[in-house]
């Protein structure tokens, strides 16, 4: 599944925040003349404005093709101001400025508004404007956020591997936990609740931890760490898993199983749970993750388990009787 990627335009906070009200201004009854004129007035009078208003507006169409219950509020509610307020909010947000890019990452519905996602159980690649290329692994998203200075690639939530081509701006990869700095690289970075791990194939990442005041760390090739937002692991070669994910597939070398089924569940909706009795059994081999049943039906003829399936999402491997 791929995309072409289309960057929002380098908008000022206080022109996203005049389009908005003007939007709003708009739903809630239409302009008057005299408010149309203005309207019209604005619009004309800076190329910046013409942008904003484009892109304010298909990011209302986004919103309304969410199944968010914030947006469906928002967007629904009869006319109030709270209802402004939060349909203003959802708008800023999704436009992705300088005012609201840091405010994003702190509210539950930034997936939901992320430039770019992918579902569970779906792979997705992007392909950026400056050449790069992103991967999205199964229910990860990510905001980009190009200027004539600066390339950001925030990822939100999830996993991507990013193919980062030359270009004179400097590049950042912001995680909840830090900051890379590619260098023409190739590398893997998954999110995890309390840390980020970074796999580099190619190239060399720096690496700053948010709360670190030192020097940051340079990784070099084949080399992969784990990070949180205070210091970092020391580097380690790379698995030989590191990226099987792009081709399909789940590699495992002596992995618990209820690690491996925790990996596999990722790829699928609802909940795949490991009975504690059978959770250190080992598990080897490749499996593809686009067909989770079968790699299941494997589980059974090649361990001592069974699989019970109460529902299509709700699954559990258990000991075998």
């Given at each position: 599944m791929s995309g072409a990627f289309n960057h929002p335009p380098d908008?000022?906070?206080?022109?996203?925040?005049?389009?908005?009200?003007?939007l709003i201004e708009m739903?809630?009854?239409g302009l008057s003349p005299g408010r149309q004129q203005a309207w019209e007035q604005w619009l004309q009078a800076h190329s910046e404005h013409q942008r904003a208003w484009e892109h304010i507006q298909r990011i209302n169409q986004r919103l309304r093709g969410l199944s968010s219950p914030l947006a469906h509020a928002a967007l629904n509610a009869p006319k109030s101001n709270s209802r402004r307020q939060a349909l203003?909010?959802?708008?800023?947000?999704g436009a992705g400025t300088a005012l609201t890019y840091g405010v994003r990452d702190q509210l539950p519905i930034t997936p939901l508004l992320a430039d770019?996602?992918?579902p569970v159980g779906q792979r997705r690649t992007l392909q950026l404007h400056d050449g790069s290329q992103v991967q999205l692994n199964t229910a990860s998203s990510?905001?980009?956020r190009f200027n004539g200075q600066q390339r950001v690639i925030r990822l939100l939530e999830g996993e991507m591997l990013l193919t980062a081509a030359q270009d004179p701006r400097p590049l950042q990869v912001l995680t909840a936990h830090g900051v890379l700095q590619p260098q023409a690289a190739r590398l893997n970075v998954r999110q995890f609740s309390d840390r980020t791990e970074v796999a580099v194939f190619d190239g060399q990442v720096g690496l700053m931890p948010t709360a670190h005041s030192g020097s940051p760390l340079w990784i070099q090739p084949h080399q992969q760490l784990s990070f949180?937002?205070?210091a970092w692991n020391p580097p380690r070669p790379l698995d030989a898993g590191s990226g099987a994910w792009t081709d399909g597939m789940l590699v495992a070398a002596h992995m618990r199983l209820a690690d491996f089924l925790a990996e596999?569940?990722?790829y699928r909706r609802g909940q795949l749970n490991c009975d504690p009795n059978v959770a250190d059994l080992l598990i080897s081999g490749t499996y593809p993750v686009d067909n989770s049943e079968r790699v299941l039906d494997l589980l059974a003829v090649s361990l001592p388990v069974r699989i019970r399936r109460f529902t299509r999402y709700w699954v559990t491997v258990e000991a075998k009787a």
């Open positions: 908008i000022g906070s206080a022109v996203a925040e005049q389009a908005v009200s003007w739903q809630d009854g203003k909010l959802l708008l800023l947000l770019f996602s992918s990510v905001d980009v949180n937002r205070q596999l569940g990722r």
